[in-house]
């Protein structure tokens, strides 16, 4: 009846709500304009913080609200995420060439990353949800470890730190240069490191799905990360 009709509209408009305050707190296009400034301008030891923990309680909290609570109207949540994450996924590949400071390159870079999380979120499936949370855990482990070695850096120079600075890294500390590589090349999906398995745990699952228009955008800015 109308009333019924009245009351789902209103429950998929705080649904909607609910979404883009979230998306907001995970920095996922075109809700990320804060993200690297805040980046660049809070200190180092903060932006590690904040950069890692709190994308996991959100989306935690993300999984609890929408593939429980609101699972029955997964076809309402599931074109704002859609639209997000193929935001997120080219915002962060593209704008991210353009950047020379290292703080405003993992910035974009993490937007990037929010976006395949949401493409192993849409599906609402257990497959899904298991890549998910293999992704978040491969970000969890690599962003500690990138931001470990740009802290250390730090130590000897008070400087910003730009993609030059790193340039000459493999002279003054060859351990460190070939760790900073390999996560790099973790973030960005290169075989056989563990980021490659995870993005290619969320391409599975998002095929599965049928959501071929996404993957195909998710396997296209992965190549240019």
């Known amino acids: ?90 915002v962060g590949s593209f704008v991210a060439l353009q950047q020379r400071k290292i703080k405003r390159l993992i910035a974009y870079s993490a937007v990037s990353h929010v976006g395949y999380l949401l493409i192993a979120f849409i599906p609402g499936t257990l497959e899904g949800s298991q890549s998910l949370f293999f992704y978040l855990f491969v970000y969890m482990i690599t962003g500690v470890a990138i931001w470990t070695i740009i802290l250390n850096m730090e130590l000897h120079s008070k400087n910003e730190k730009t993609l030059a600075d790193f340039s000459a890294l493999m002279r003054a500390n060859g351990g460190l240069a070939i760790t900073f590589s390999l996560i790099i090349f973790s973030l960005a ?37």
């Open 189 to 225: 999906g290169v075989p056989p490191l563990a980021g490659f398995y995870a993005k290619m745990h969320i391409f599975l699952a998002s095929m599965q799905s049928s959501l071929y228009f996404l993957s195909i955008i998710a396997v296209l800015s992965s190549v240019i990360s």
């Open 1 to 90: 009846d109308d009333s019924s009709a009245s009351s789902l509209s209103i429950l998929k408009i705080f649904i909607l709500f609910i979404a883009v305050g979230l998306l907001f707190k995970l920095a996922a296009a075109p809700f990320h304009m804060w993200s690297p400034d805040v980046y660049e301008g809070a200190p180092t030891s903060t932006t590690a913080i904040f950069a890692i923990v709190p994308k996991i309680a959100v989306f935690i909290l993300f999984y609890r609200l929408f593939q429980h609570s609101f699972y029955n109207l997964i076809e309402s949540w599931q074109i704002i995420l859609g639209f997000c994450a193929v935001c997120s996924v080219l």
